[in-house]
């Protein structure tokens, strides 16, 4: 699979440094090429010139090189970018000639100068690329805001737009601080839990870039004291998810491979008789909240945790 991270790797805790953190082979002047910059996968990766036909194979760098780039320098995104129901970026997308998954023979005759992949595409692939002389910078996914910023950072250098990187880091910040400031108004006591929960039945807990969602929209993650599994998952019983009792419920709006799957998810949720006693049921308080959001690796996270935190205290946004 290419582009869009495997659901049960989306709120995966991040164990790779931050892009760009790792140090640069040569240096540089501001704005200036060639540059080399280590990539999440400890490889070297040069770039000769100000690239000018770059493909995105992964949705966070869609994301980041729709803000970053001309549309006359992005040849190629990934097919989910056009997926309304994984994709923040439909529209802004569109215009981009090539619609891509990982096909080596076809990405080579489109004779890109850079090509950004994720650090679970098939590694295979990533050496038949690089051994055709492509540069190709494997990125990890971000779970903090502060590693999302790196790679943002990282992304603007390597296709010479850092002040406009600069500008996408500070818009964030502006976003992300006004939430902060209006939930701040709610006493540590008060702030409500909050549970994604899964249709194989697990939530993501500490650690995952879901719980840094659920921590700055000012609300409390119901398994955040749960250990985690290597990809950040707390499997849960219906029992305990009952002992849990979460204020609010947020489930998938995307099933991967299944289009109605999301609906008769929830469905199967809020008429199951053995959950009717959930607070977040009694109150009409289970949401499904869009893939693109729950899962943003990119300056999108700034609009999940705004989203989240409109969906818990729509009173603070009121004036």
Sequence with gaps: MVGIQPVGARGARESAPAAGTTGEARPHPEGGFPVTLVDDAGVPVAVERRPRRIISLTTSTDEILL???????????????????????????????????????????????????????????????RGSGIPVYL?????????????ILTVARLVGE??????????????????????????????LTVMDYTTWGSAQGRGSSWDEIVRRAGLVNAVGAFQADDLGQVPLSRETLLSLDPDLLILPGWVYGKPAGSGSFYQSIVGDPALRSLRAIREGRVYRMPEGLRAAASQYIADAVEYLARLAYPELWRN
């Design 162 to 191: 850092q002040e406009r990187g600069r500008r996408i880091v500070e818009d964030m910040r502006t976003r992300l601080a006004e939430v902060e400031s209006r939930v701040a108004a709610i006493p540590p006591a008060d702030r």
């Design 139 to 151: 990125l990890s996914t971000g779970v903090r805001v502060e590693e999302i910023e790196s790679k």
């Design 67 to 129: 803000d970053l780039v001309s549309l006359d320098r992005l040849i190629g995104v990934t097919v989910f970018s056009q997926d309304p129901d994984v994709s923040n970026v439909v529209e802004k997308a569109a215009p981009v000639p090539h619609k891509l998954q990982l096909n080596v023979e076809v990405i080579v005759s489109l004779r890109p100068d850079l090509v950004f992949v994720a650090n679970w595409t098939d590694a295979s692939e990533v050496a038949q690329l």
